[in-house]
């Protein structure tokens, strides 16, 4: 039997709206294909029209789950824009919480895994203690998923010694609870059975294919910003990075959990290394004409901005390249001879984020299915261009 | 009067009413004892608890639109779920808890009625199968190969060990069997074995994880129930919770020793031991990550079907050399 199956835009294993379409014999896969462009929102375009301190709180919701992966990205680009140093406090601060929102993510992404495999007690248990995290983040930031920390030249909340001691209380907790579930992940014998030998990614696979975050590292590459080109107070602090060389599902599941470890070091750290001082310093209201490519570490690997700005109060372009979007040409291949069960599975341990790599939008044509990739200056256009035919408001009708 | 006291019979207890509300009771104990081991409070906000959780759930989903596709087998779509719930409602009045003497049997209790009991639970899953073909989704058909293909591997282990208890009883009647060990409990143990590779059939048979393949709703959303709505999803769901009774009362009256005392004792032993067995269901459930179905044929083959064996042949080894 050969089937094509449609996996999304919507299915319970997604979360986002994206289409897999694959090509089945019986169980097995024999061919992948991924479409994009549900979930577009034209965030670069509307990046232009506001000004530098407003575009902190627009990249901030690119995304819900790495929030302050896209606003930290964004703002150290704006920092080397307008040549400005933060303070060794804010910075401390701010990269607590980015590690903080990696705990987070991580903790959330073990829970998403045990579910697609259909393991929901691991799922239930990963995500109880997530909300510890949450919790410490709600007290550092007031809020629980957009942290609104940043600000150009530092933070905008500074934490106090309570704070500081609950931190270091959570993360005591969390280190107890996250050793347990690296048992469990690692030698559940059911779960293993699930994720043991699926999604294969080699080594040289994964540097054609640009992989980049825990898919990566869990081929066995060591690629991480944080390590390769340390930026702020990473080169200060003392952590290691994880690999795996077992290449499948269940090395992704290691790395992360490890990654999970490393971060408490370093949150633990930063909270007993915190110096003394000011948390922002202060920024002019425009950078000097110039263009700067900031890099991240977020949880799901490196995430860049490109960010250009004329002289004036408003960036002139920003372009944004989210981690998932660099891991889909990977996930095509890893998808390939694998079977039906394993598609959620595969396609979740790259720990996709859809929305954050929406950038541009594929319209097909409802008559001939034709499809056409247009980018949001000609869509503008031709939205601004009523054609002469148009049928008048209010009775336009769908063309099919 | 004889024909109002079967239709008492058919109808409220051990009838429809009373499976109704009974099975309804294992659900929630089930779905309890699944969220407690997740940390979770599960069901507590209808009835003291949450008891009557799923008959609320029963009747929402009644009330629900109820779609038949146009391409589906509309005949055979329509008629699968009644059919369904029939099938395990009459392997439900085979139990040996109705009936309460083996010496004045009623016309429930046979010999032979383990094996009718047995051809009855195998039904749903064709019936399942047949649902997902008939409904004509594609998630719906793979869902339905899977059905078959589990079949294939948990079957033949369920059979084998269920059918050495009843070799040592030396009958085939339900009652004669739990009449057999009630007299010598001692040989309870030597089943030991066939009674977990039972539990883990039933609980493939009733496609709870990690055999919730042919419905996992990651990798092929509904599955088998995929275009199932309103009345007729309500129904299924029903079918299932009484099969779990069922499933879970055979394996209580042929490994657990049955439900002597008479009228209300045998009852309370049929409670307490269908919920024990429902309880090790439940733990299997939470402790469990879904497998794939290679995996679960291969597991049945290769560990299910020769425990099984080794268990058949403990069994004879008894009854030649200590019996």
Known sequence: ???????????????????????????????????????????????????????????????????????????????????????????????????????????????????????????????????????????????????????????????????????????????????????????????????????????????????????????????????????????????????????????????????????????????????????????PRRPKPGEVLSRYEAPRGENTHFIQSNGTDKPERLKVRAPTLANYPATVVMLRKGFIADIPLIFAAIDPCICCAERAVTLVDGRSGEETVVRMSDLRRRSLARPANAPAKGKAAWPF | MAVLKTFLYLLVYPGLVFLFAYSTFCEWFDRKVYARLQNRMGPTHTGRFGVLQPIADFFKLMAKEDIVPEAADKGLFNILPAFGLAVVSTAALLLPVWHFSPVVPSWTSFSGDIIVMLYLLSLPTLILFLAAWSSTNLFSTIGGARVLTMLFGYEVPLFLSVLSPAILANSWRLAEIAAFYQARPLLLLVNLLGFVVAVIAVQAKLERCPFDIPDAETEIVGGTFTEYSGKKLAIFRLTFDVELVVASGLLAAVFLGGFPGGVLLGFVQFVVKTLFVIFLLSLIRALTSRIRIDQVVSLAWKVLAPLAVVQLLATILVKGFLL
């Open chain 1, 1 to 283: 039997m050969n089937f094509k199956i449609p996996i999304g835009p919507q299915h319970p294993a997604l979360k986002e709206p994206i289409s897999l379409r694959m090509t089945v014999e019986g169980e097995v896969i024999t061919d992948a294909d991924i479409r994009l462009g549900y979930n577009h929102r034209g965030l670069e375009k509307l990046a232009e029209d506001r000004n530098w301190v407003q575009n902190i709180y627009l990249t901030e919701r690119i995304c819900g789950i790495c929030s302050h992966s896209h606003a930290t990205c964004y703002v150290q680009g704006v920092e080397k824009l307008m040549e400005i140093v933060p303070p060794k406090r804010g910075l401390y601060i701010r990269y607590l919480v980015s590690e903080l929102e990696r705990v987070h993510s991580h903790l959330l992404w073990l829970g998403v895994a045990g579910h697609e495999a259909g393991f929901d007690s691991f799922f239930m248990y990963t995500w109880r203690d997530r909300e510890i995290v949450m919790d410490l983040l709600e007290l550092v930031s007031g809020n629980r998923v957009h942290y609104a920390m940043n600000a150009i030249g530092g933070v905008r909340r500074d934490l106090d010694e309570g704070q500081k001691a609950k931190i270091l209380e959570g993360m005591a907790t969390l280190r107890k609870r996250s050793e347990y579930y690296f048992q469990i992940g690692a030698n559940e014998p059911s779960f293993v059975a699930r994720i043991a030998g699926v999604g294969m990614l080699t080594k040289e696979q994964a540097v054609a294919l640009c992989a980049v975050g825990p898919v990566a590292r869990a081929s066995g590459v060591a690629r991480d910003v944080r390590k390769e080109d340390p930026y702020a107070v990473y080169d200060e602090l003392e952590w290691d990075l994880v690999t795996s060389d077992s290449c499948d599902v269940l090395g992704r599941v290691v790395v992360r959990v490890k990654e999970l470890l490393e971060s408490y070091k370093m949150i633990e750290q930063m909270v007993r290394r915190l110096p003394e001082g000011d948390i922002v310093a202060k920024a």
